[in-house]
T-cell receptor, first 111, second 113 residues
Framework: DTGVSQNPRHKITKRGQNVTFRCDPI?????LYWYRQTLGQGPEFLTY????????KSRLLSDRFSAERPKGSFSTLEIQRTEQGDSAMYLC?????????FGNGTRLTVT | DQQVKQNSPSLSVQEGRISILNCDYT??????FLWYKKYPAEGPTFLIS?????DKNEDGRFTVFLNKSAKHLSLHIVPSQPGDSAVYFC????????????FGKGTTLSVSS
């Protein structure tokens, strides 16, 4: 069990640039989640896949955000035209049912 | 509208004593509850869970209690150790619906030796 892997661990970008993060879930897990965490807050749900189907999207996920999970394996989260308010820790998690297993996140800083 | 609330941002306890972390929820459809622990620069790690059909679940030093009528759960750590110092998140889900896990804001536990 190699756990959930996220890359990169840190990303610094200038406002207006596009960024893409990758998540590799635990191999037998069919569900994959993206969360965002800012200082002093708990993880906030962004979106969720069951296999390759994106089943739920939060209102937090603006039009500038898009997530994919081709072939139901790894997932990418892209943020277009980044804003300073996008600065946060982006967490990926996977599960079979109930208990989510998280990666160590990607820390995004928008300058 | 917060569905999962952790009203104590921080808790300080001496080594060897009991730590009690509290959590309240508003959605009566939640049927599965979890506690996660988070160290700086790491993702949350699963600690213990409880189904709504139970009122207690124990795993070593960690026990979770669920009071459905009060929509309240608590995590007890006995005895507390300095390595337990971390942020603890309460989370809840409507498990059968396959919806996302909803987290509280967390409680920072500091255990002093």
């Amino acid at each position: 069990d190699t756990g959930v892997s996220q890359n990169p661990r840190h990303k610094i970008t200038k406002r207006g640039q596009n960024v893409t993060f990758r998540c590799d879930p635990i191999s037998e897990h069919n569900r994959l989640y993206w969360y965002r965490q800012t200082l002093g807050q708990g993880p906030e749900f962004l979106t969720y896949f069951q296999n390759e189907a994106q089943l739920e999207k939060s209102r937090l996920l603006s039009d500038r955000f898009s997530a994919e999970r081709p072939k139901g394996s790894f997932s990418t989260l892209e943020i277009q035209r980044t804003e300073q308010g996008d600065s946060a820790m982006y967490l990926c998690a996977s599960s079979l049912q109930g208990t989510l297993h998280f990666g160590n996140g990607t820390r995004l800083t928008v300058t | 509208d917060q569905q999962v609330k952790q009203n104590s941002p921080s808790l300080s306890v001496q080594e060897g004593r009991i730590s009690i972390l509290n959590c309240d929820y508003t959605n009566s459809m939640f049927d599965y509850f979890l506690w996660y622990k988070k160290y700086p620069a790491e993702g949350p790690t699963f600690l213990i869970s409880i189904s709504s059909i139970k009122d207690k679940n124990e795993d070593g030093r960690f026990t979770v209690f669920l009071n459905k009528s009060a929509k309240h759960l608590s995590l007890h750590i006995v005895p507390s150790q300095p390595g337990d110092s971390a942020v603890y998140f309460c989370a809840a889900i409507v498990n059968q619906a396959g919806t996302a896990l909803i987290f509280g804001k967390g409680t920072t536990l500091s255990v002093s030796s």
